[in-house]
């Protein structure tokens, strides 16, 4: 009897100690969530401005001197996004301005649902600050916005590159966008604090995940992308900072659902209406911006130029050639009328 009863306390006493230890466990992985998504918030508030417009308010961030580019960000996104892809332009000598655009962090949604007042917004903030005209970078989500701002206030947008931007509507599937599939996907805050975990772990493999987004790229290409990035300190930095834009996604939540709502029927773009010089920029593998798609978006802009980047998918740019990508983007965005692309930068690219 003594034998039973000394086994009993024993196992009580080891499954208090399992459970003591489990709840510090959780109770350290709670602190450390926490502690990450307050310095994410932090950071985020202290790198942007907020502006009351007509429309309402707006968060965007200003960096640089020289000719502006204004980034519009995709979804999930924010104006940290659109300093991502404008780090490259600013080594390029470009001001570079970047918006949240409505729903998204500090942005309130009631500033701009559709892509029309969206735009309307960000014409709204550059008379704000007093800038004339700039060259506009649209980015996926955000290449709605970027046409109707050369559509609505052909004034202020002296050139217009998109990168994978929608060139169709998205149709009326539940799940229809980019963004909310990632939102779905990640399951909240708490999926973005373990992909941020992943990133230090294994930034190798959640690379080659990241150029599925979007994608039909197999995995043996998703690797050999995912292999060059890490390659190359730049490209390591970008898609590293790109994954980064996501997180934390409850501030993002609200663009997020509009976006997937809005661009299930997005504006048609009518022929001749965009004056504005326009390159287009599409992966070979990408399936939300199919190629045949870009050439009926660029035929309705006079002079638009269509760009296949061979063995990409939805993110662009990437590969060993990003960087020339990059020179051509620039010198477009500065002049143009005079900017040529070599067709040495993208083999892969047609024509109709």
Not at 56 to 85: N, T
Not at 227 to 253: C, K, N, W, Y
Not at 313 to 342: V, Y
Request: proline share 6%.
């Amino acid at each position: 009897m003594n034998s039973r009863l000394r086994r009993k306390k024993r196992s009580g006493f080891r499954l208090i100690i399992t459970w003591t230890l489990i709840s510090l466990l959780l109770l350290g992985t709670a602190g450390l969530f926490t502690e990450w998504k307050k310095t994410r918030l932090d950071d985020l508030e202290s790198g942007s401005s907020l502006v009351l417009l007509p429309q309402g308010v707006m968060e965007f961030a200003d960096r640089g001197d020289g000719p502006v580019a204004l980034v519009i960000h995709g979804s999930p996104g924010g104006y940290d996004q659109g300093l991502v892809y404008g780090k490259e332009l600013s080594k390029r000598g470009f001001r570079i301005l970047s918006i949240s655009r409505p729903g998204y962090l500090r942005t309130p949604l009631l500033t701009g649902l559709t892509a029309e007042d969206q735009a309307d917004a960000i014409d709204s903030l550059l008379q704000y600050l007093n800038i004339r005209r700039c060259a506009v970078l649209g980015v996926s989500e955000g290449s709605p916005c970027a046409l109707q701002l050369a559509l609505r206030h052909p004034d202020k947008v002296g050139s217009l590159v998109l990168l994978s931007p929608l060139a169709v509507s998205l149709g009326f599937n539940p799940i229809a966008s980019i963004g909310y599939k990632l939102f779905h996907d990640l399951t909240g805050d708490w999926g973005c604090w373990l992909l941020m975990l992943r990133l230090k772990m294994n930034p190798s493999q959640l690379f080659a995940e990241m150029m599925k987004i979007g994608s039909s790229l197999k995995p043996s290409g998703c690797n050999a992308l995912a292999s060059e990035a890490m390659a190359s300190p730049d490209q390591r930095a970008f898609l590293g900072d790109l994954a980064r834009s996501i997180t934390p996604l409850s501030p993002r939540e609200p663009g997020i659902l509009n976006d997937n709502a809005q661009l299930k029927d997005i504006p048609v773009i009518a022929k001749d209406s965009i004056q504005t010089p326009t390159l287009l920029l599409v992966g070979e593998h990408d399936d939300s911006s199919p190629y045949e798609a870009q050439l009926r978006l660029a035929s309705q802009i006079p002079g638009a130029r269509v760009l296949l980047i061979e063995r990409a998918g939805h993110i662009l740019p990437i590969g060993s050639k990003s960087a020339q990508t990059w020179d051509s983007i620039a010198n477009f965005m500065k002049a143009p009328s005079l900017s040529s692309i070599q067709r040495s930068l993208i083999p892969a690219e047609k024509s109709e």
